[in-house]
């Protein structure tokens, strides 16, 4: 008998907008009832004209369990200017560096490892592509991610100060995995 996986991460379909919003709407709604603040609300970021975009460029991912989809992500190699002056291990060929942004999972399955599995998924993608290393940035708050970030492997470079439109200028850790 043939093995089958439960989960399956691939890149979102048009199709695949409404499910895409929902997730983040539950996940920002539950955020928002926590000491984590992320400073997400669907109306600004990520807003569904940043879901569209990424759903067009294929740069988002989705973890599907059956017709659901339970995780989703934006995959890409695009930085804020501050990750420049990060003193990464790997500083580049920078189209050779992923970055994760706007990483969600459905309420009911945060914790229960569905996060990692979906990370695990993505590095196995990045690798593929030719990537050599994923950099990443966690608001201060959300303890929860990067726990999770270090689990898989990802090492704390630094913490610096960063301005995104919405939240500000906040403390963000700057993440890094060398593939």
């Not at 043939?2 to 199709?15: G, I, N, P, Q, S």
């Not at 920078?94 to 990483?103: D, F, G, S, V």
């Not at 290393?133 to 990802?154: C, E, F, Q, R, S």
């Amino acid at each position: 008998m043939e093995w089958k996986r439960k989960y399956m991460t691939e890149l979102a379909k048009a199709e695949d907008r409404d499910k895409i919003i929902r997730l983040y709407e539950s996940a920002i709604e539950k955020v928002n009832t926590t000491s984590v603040k992320l400073g997400w609300n669907i109306n600004s970021y990520p807003n569904e004209s940043f879901i569209d975009s990424a759903i067009t460029n294929n740069e988002m991912y989705v973890l599907r369990d059956g017709e659901d989809i339970i995780a989703a992500g934006v995959v890409n190699h695009r930085v804020n200017p501050e990750y420049d002056d990060v003193d990464w291990e790997v500083k580049g060929p920078k189209e050779r560096i992923a970055t994760i942004h706007a990483l969600a999972v459905v309420p009911d399955k945060q914790g229960s490892g569905v996060g990692k599995l979906f990370l695990k998924d993505i590095d196995d993608i990045c690798k593929r592509n030719g990537d050599v290393a994923i950099h990443l940035d966690v608001i201060d708050t959300n303890i929860p991610a990067y726990k999770m970030y270090i689990g898989d492997g990802y090492n704390e470079v630094s913490c610096i100060k960063m301005y995104y439109e919405v939240v500000g200028t906040r403390d963000f850790w700057m993440m890094e995995k060398v593939l």
